[in-house]
């Protein structure tokens, strides 16, 4: 079983930086891709970003240009850096990884989500 365990998050100021991290218990190389989502209070859970295994990345438009997702193979950690940070982004942070086998059939796994919270 894939564990992903998530931190980094904390209390920042608006117009702060943050950076998330997500450590896989295997080998994130062979994801077909890794993402962030967020959870607000008494909201769904969304997409933040993507990035599969050849690089490609992918932003909801709310951070495109304040957010940047990248993948450390080696050291099996998807980062989540965040700057210019708005109290709207206040929420829980998952990250979230999906496999494909040779028969197609996916699986998706999950981390416990860390919390950021961006003060006014």
Do not use: H
Not at 90 to 103: E, G, H
Not at 104 to 112: A, D, P, S
């Amino acid at each position: 079983q894939v564990q992903l365990v998530e931190s980094g998050g904390g209390l920042v100021q608006a117009g702060g930086s943050l950076r998330l991290s997500c450590v896989a218990s295997k080998s994130i190389f062979s994801f077909a891709s890794m993402g962030w989502y967020r959870q607000a209070p008494g909201k769904q859970r969304d997409l933040v970003a993507t990035i599969a295994s050849g690089g490609s990345t992918n932003y909801v438009d709310s951070v495109k240009g304040r957010f940047t997702i990248s993948r450390d193979n080696a050291e099996n950690t998807l980062y989540l850096q965040m700057n210019s940070l708005k109290p709207e982004d206040t929420a829980v942070y998952y990250c979230a990884a999906r496999s494909i086998n040779i028969m197609m059939q996916v699986r998706e796994y999950w981390g416990q989500g860390t919390q950021v919270t961006v003060s006014s």
